[in-house]
């Protein structure tokens, strides 16, 4: 008997769910740019193929990191779409070419805020990004959306278009003060902050992994203030240094005090950078013998989390580029 291929095929509400969109916009985007179901049987409802599906998220993604609809549905529809099991959630070579063509343009008309499902400005469920690019708010739209794969692209194609520094500060740095804003107006989306912290550490990793020859004969240690979790800032320091190829070691989880210690003096490294963000880290004086040892490495310390007067040979630095800068300069570049 000849085996039958069994073609699955999904209702418009089985769709919407899987995509995260309103099953009013499907509708609008079949009847406005033609990205619809491919086949109608007659007498019964129209449902979507695989292929039907594998376009519309295409779409999506598109539209998730700020394409207008007309142009991402025009770009979907031309895609060559492979009908095979493929998870749909990946994004594929076209995607990121997308993508990557998006990020070449200017940045669009400024809006205000970004909307959870929707992207309508305004709304319940917002992140603020005043003044922010098309690409940071295609970025938090993604991030309210949960949605990793989108997030790593998005912040990929950044850093090979434009390198670490102008990624972190006009992209990331806006994104993450809008979703930090959100958290302390509403006490909500602690799930978008790790999956934007997720898609960061994993773009910047994969930065400081294509260091292959790093041009420093001495050591350089990033580390977290002791009690002190948040870590992003350590991340683009490493990837902004990888760039100029200098190698780290990346102490990104709270440090004791005492072990940060006992690491310099075993490691004997040029440069010792610190992060504090918040004020349950950030006493100076935890750092305070680390500029004494010998030989003597540069101490620098960045963070809003740190007050009080710094001990003598222990620095501030204000920025990612002053911080990439200084400790690069004390490494020998
Ligand atoms: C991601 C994130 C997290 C992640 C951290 C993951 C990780 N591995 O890092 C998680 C979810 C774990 C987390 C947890 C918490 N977080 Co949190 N978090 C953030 C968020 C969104 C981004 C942090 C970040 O990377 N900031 C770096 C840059 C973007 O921000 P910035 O330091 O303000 O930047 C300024 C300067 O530092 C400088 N700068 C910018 N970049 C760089 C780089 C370098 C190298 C230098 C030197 C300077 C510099 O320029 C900026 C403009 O002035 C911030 C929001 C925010 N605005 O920071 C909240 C935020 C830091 N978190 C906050 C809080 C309260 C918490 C929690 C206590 C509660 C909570 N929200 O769950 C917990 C517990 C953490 C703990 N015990 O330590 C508050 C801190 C408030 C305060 N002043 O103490 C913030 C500010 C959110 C807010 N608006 O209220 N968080």
């Not at 519309?56 to 207008?68: F, K, T």
């Not at 990929?156 to 992209?171: F, H, K, M, R, Y």
Request: neutral net charge.
């Amino acid at each position: 008997m000849p085996s039958v291929r069994v073609v699955p095929s999904l209702t418009v509400s089985a769709v919407a769910r899987r995509l995260g969109v309103a099953p009013a916009t499907l509708r609008t985007w079949d009847r406005r740019y033609g990205i619809g179901p491919s086949s109608h049987e007659a007498g019964s409802h129209r449902r979507y193929s695989a292929q039907d599906m594998i376009r519309l998220e295409h779409m999506r993604r598109l539209v998730i990191a700020g394409v207008p609809p007309v142009d991402a549905a025009r770009d979907a529809l031309n895609a060559e779409v492979l009908a095979s099991d493929d998870d749909a959630s990946e994004p594929n070579a076209v995607y990121m070419a997308s993508v990557t063509e998006l990020i070449r343009r200017p940045a669009a008309a400024k809006v205000m805020t970004v909307s959870e499902s929707t992207g309508r400005p305004g709304g319940g469920h917002v992140i603020a990004l005043p003044g922010a690019s098309a690409t940071s708010r295609g970025l938090a739209r993604a991030a309210l959306a949960l949605d990793g794969p989108t997030c790593s692209a998005i912040i990929d194609a950044s850093i090979e278009l434009q390198g670490v520094i102008p990624t972190w500060n006009d992209l990331l740095v806006p994104v993450l003060a809008g979703v930090g804003e959100r958290w302390s107006s509403t006490g909500k989306g602690i799930e978008i902050e790790h999956t934007l912290t997720g898609a960061v550490i994993s773009s910047l990793s994969e930065v400081m992994r294509r260091l292959k020859a790093p041009l420093n004969a001495r050591a350089v240690i990033l580390a977290a203030a002791d009690r002190e979790q948040h870590s992003l800032p350590l991340w683009a320091v490493a990837a902004g240094l990888a760039e100029r190829q200098i190698s780290v070691r990346l102490l990104n989880e709270p440090m004791p005090a005492s072990s940060l210690v006992q690491a310099v003096q075993r490691i004997g490294p040029a440069a010792v950078f610190v992060w504090s963000q918040t004020s349950v880290s950030g006493d100076p004086q935890e750092i305070a013998t680390l500029p004494h040892f010998r030989p003597a490495p540069r101490v620098l310390v960045g963070g809003p989390g740190w007050c009080g007067d710094l001990p003598r040979g222990v620095d501030r630095v204000a920025s990612l580029s002053d911080a990439v800068a200084r400790i690069a300069r004390a490494a020998g570049e």
